[in-house]
């Protein structure tokens, strides 16, 4: 069974860091997208940052110049350094991955259960 683990949420001050990771583990054959999305309360989930196999990225406006998404393929695991950060990036993180999963012959979805950051003083 596929699953998605994410780690590295918490309470940072406006201007400060925090490094999200998330592990795809599982009977798994091949990762083509990863990514992350927020979901702030009240409002709809929005993309972050997303990263094909290839390395090609992409952000969301608001996170240009201060977020950073890498992967590791040999780990399964995709990554977002934040830095920077506000309090209009509280929200519930999530990553997802765009997945063949061992013995599929369709690509899928996959999300992790979501950490939460929260940027106040």
């Known amino acids: 069974q596929v699953q998605l683990v994410e780690s590295g949420g918490g309470l940072v001050q406006p201007g400060g860091s925090l490094r999200l990771s998330c592990a795809a583990s599982g009977s798994i054959v091949s990762i083509n997208d990863m990514g992350w999305y927020r979901q702030a309360p009240g409002k709809q989930r929005e993309l972050v940052a997303s990263?094909?196999?290839?390395?090609?990225?992409n952000y969301a406006d608001s996170v240009k110049g201060r977020f950073t998404i890498s992967r590791d393929n040999a780990k399964n695991t995709v990554y977002l350094q934040m830095n920077s950060l506000k309090p209009e990036d509280t929200a519930v993180y999530y990553c997802?991955?765009?997945?063949?999963?061992?013995?599929?012959?369709?690509?899928?979805?996959?999300w992790g259960q979501g950490t939460q950051v929260t940027v106040s003083s």
């Open positions: 990263m094909r196999s290839g390395s090609s990225t």
């Open positions: 997802n991955a765009r997945l063949l999963p061992v013995g599929s012959i369709t690509w899928s979805v996959y």
